[in-house]
C-alpha cells in the first residue's frame, strides 16, 4: 500500500520542525534553554498523540520485553566489563553534582527513555514511511541522533552506533522499556568510567563547548586575588587603625 501524499508531507514537516527544535535547545543558553527544551518535548509529545499509534507500535506493549532482555543482559556485561577495566586504569569517578547517586541514576535512566522515544517512536516511525527502505530509515534516524550530540566527539560516535543497534533491535522486538533501560545502563558507565575532561559531563552543543570555560572560572575563583600583596589579608590591631 502507498503512502499518501499529504502522509509523506505531514511526516517530513513533522520531523524537520521536531528536528529542528531539537538542535535549537542544544545550542541554545540557559536559561531559555529550559523554555525550548519544553517547546519541543510539547510538539514531539502532541505529534505523537495526534498520530493515535496503538501501543505495540510504539513499543509500549509488554510482549517485546521478555524476548529483547538477552539484549539487556548483554548491556549490563559490557558496562561490567567497561567499569572494570576503568578501575584497572584509575578513571572510574563518582557522577557529577550534588544529586545524591540515587536519585541520579534514575533520573538519568527516566531522561534515556524519553531520548528512545524520541529515537523510535518520532524519528524513526515516520522515516519508515518516508525512506525506500527499513534499513534506510535505521541508518538516517541513527545519524540524525548523532548530530544532536555534536560537538562531543564520545557522545557522537557512541549515539551513532547505539542509533544503528536500538533502532534494529526496536524493529525486532518493539519493545521501548528494554531500549531505555539499556540506554541508562550504557550512559551512566560512560558518564562514571570516562574521565570528565572527555565527555564534559555528558553535554552536547553549547554546553559542550562552554566546559573549558566554566572550568577554568571555577579554577580562578578558588585562588586567592593576585593583586594582593602577602599579608595584605593581616589587618593591625582596632587601637592602631583608629590612630
Not at 534494529?168 to 540506554?183: C, E, N, P
Request: charged residues 10%; hydrophobic residues 50%.
Amino acid at each position: 500500500m502507498r503512502t499518501s501524499t499529504g502522509l509523506i508531507n505531514r511526516d517530513l514537516l513533522e520531523l524537520s520542525v521536531g528536528f529542528g527544535l531539537i538542535m535549537i535547545a542544544v545550542w541554545t543558553p540557559l536559561p531559555a534553554q529550559r523554555v525550548v527544551f519544553w517547546v519541543t518535548f510539547s510538539w514531539i509529545i502532541s505529534a505523537t498523540m495526534l498520530r493515535r499509534e496503538d501501543p505495540k507500535t510504539l513499543g509500549l506493549g509488554l510482549r517485546g520485553i521478555h524476548r529483547s532482555l538477552w539484549v539487556v543482559g548483554i548491556a549490563i556485561l559490557f558496562a561490567a566489563t567497561q567499569l572494570v577495566i576503568s578501575m584497572q586504569f584509575t578513571t572510574l569517578h563518582p557522577m557529577y553534582g550534588p544529586v545524591p547517586v540515587g536519585r541520579h541514576m534514575w533520573g538519568y535512566v527516566i531522561w534515556a527513555f524519553l531520548q528512545q522515544f524520541v529515537l523510535q517512536d518520532f524519528f524513526l516511525l515516520r522515516l519508515l514511511r518516508l525512506m525506500p527502505s527499513p534499513r534506510s530509515a535505521v541508518i538516517t534516524a541513527a545519524a540524525l541522533f548523532a548530530i544532536a550530540h555534536l560537538p562531543n566527539p564520545l557522545l557522537t560516535v557512541a549515539t551513532l552506533v547505539w542509533g544503528l543497534i536500538a533502532c534494529t533491535v526496536f524493529l525486532k522486538y518493539r519493545s521501548l522499556y528494554s531500549l531505555g533501560l539499556i540506554h541508562g545502563i550504557l550512559g551512566l558507565c560512560i558518564a562514571v568510567s570516562i574521565p570528565n575532561a572527555i565527555h564534559h559531563h555528558m553535554r552536547v552543543g553549547l554546553g559542550y563547548l562552554l566546559y573549558n570555560v566554566e572550568q577554568a572560572n571555577r579554577a580562578d575563583a578558588s585562588k586567592p586575588p593576585s593583586n594582593e600583596l602577602p599579608g595584605a589579608a593581616i589587618r593591625p590591631p582596632a587601637t592602631l587603625r583608629q590612630q
